[in-house]
T-cell receptor, first 112, second 115 residues
Framework: GQQVMQIPQYQHVQEGEDFTTYCNSS?????IQWYKQRPGGHPVFLIQ???SGEVKKQKRLTFQFGEAKKNSSLHITATQTTDVGTYFC????????????WGLGTSLAVNP | NAGVTQTPKFQVLKTGQSMTLQCAQD?????MSWYRQDPGMGLRLIHY???????DQGEVPNGYNVSRSTTEDFPLRLLSAAPSQTSVYFC??????????????FGEGSWLTVV
């Protein structure tokens, strides 16, 4: 079936290091969203990417949508302890029967 | 504007008991859904609704019922709780399920333990 693979599953970094999580879809997506879930919290919407090759920035976070609209990445520059949490991508399939497919998430731990 | 409100936050059930997780949103969203989250399994869709009076099954619907009598409310019923239903449950809503304008807002979660 249709899948969105998200890697890595876990990442442990030293504060100040960069971090990247990747999502790869088995099918072309109409858009992709990114969410952040703090430990013990609920997923919170970060951003939506729609256009092929789109790049969006939110302060230290950079989001990219691949040219083929099948992959996406989230890059955090100079991580801080406030970045701790699980980052999920959610891709919406293209075509008539649009489904939202969630990646399994990348859990980020940051050592102060 | 409270967003998505779900209750209870914590619940312990005995095997075989039934219960209802309540969910309400005040954003006039058409689309509502219930997810469960288990370690290593991500978010799995249980049931969803595209509007009042309309519900449909998601990825893992067995053992759960839903109804959508109003736009605001979308309760999730566990018919006969089983230990496999121990999980964190999230209610979510969005303006629509269409291509655009579909930011998903999540409730704060309900931690359910079935013993």
């Amino acid at each position: 079936g249709q899948q969105v693979m998200q890697i890595p599953q876990y990442q442990h970094v030293q504060e100040g290091e960069d971090f990247t999580t990747y999502c790869n879809s088995s099918t072309t997506l109409s858009n992709i969203q990114w969410y952040k879930q703090r430990p013990g919290g609920h997923p919170v919407f970060l951003i939506q990417l729609v256009k092929s090759g789109e790049v969006k920035k939110q302060k230290r976070l950079t989001f990219q949508f691949g040219e083929a609209k099948k992959n996406s990445s989230l890059h955090i520059t100079a991580t801080q302890t406030t970045d701790v949490g699980t980052y999920f991508c959610a891709g919406r399939t293209a075509g008539n029967n649009r489904k939202l497919i969630w990646g399994l998430g990348t859990s980020l731990a940051v050592n102060p | 504007n409270a967003g998505v409100t779900q209750t209870p936050k914590f619940q312990v059930l005995k095997t075989g008991q039934s219960m209802t997780l309540q969910c309400a949103q005040d954003m006039n969203h058409e689309y509502m859904s219930w997810y469960r989250q288990d370690p290593g399994m991500g978010l799995r869709l249980i049931h969803y609704s595209v509007g009042a009076g309309i519900t449909d099954q998601g990825e893992v619907p067995n053992g759960y019922n839903v109804s959508r009598s109003t736009t605001e409310d979308f309760p999730l019923r566990l018919l006969s709780a089983a230990p496999s239903q121990t999980s964190v449950y999230f209610c979510a809503s969005s303006y629509s399920n269409s291509h655009s304008g579909n930011t998903i807002y999540f409730g704060e979660g309900s931690w359910l333990t079935v013993v």
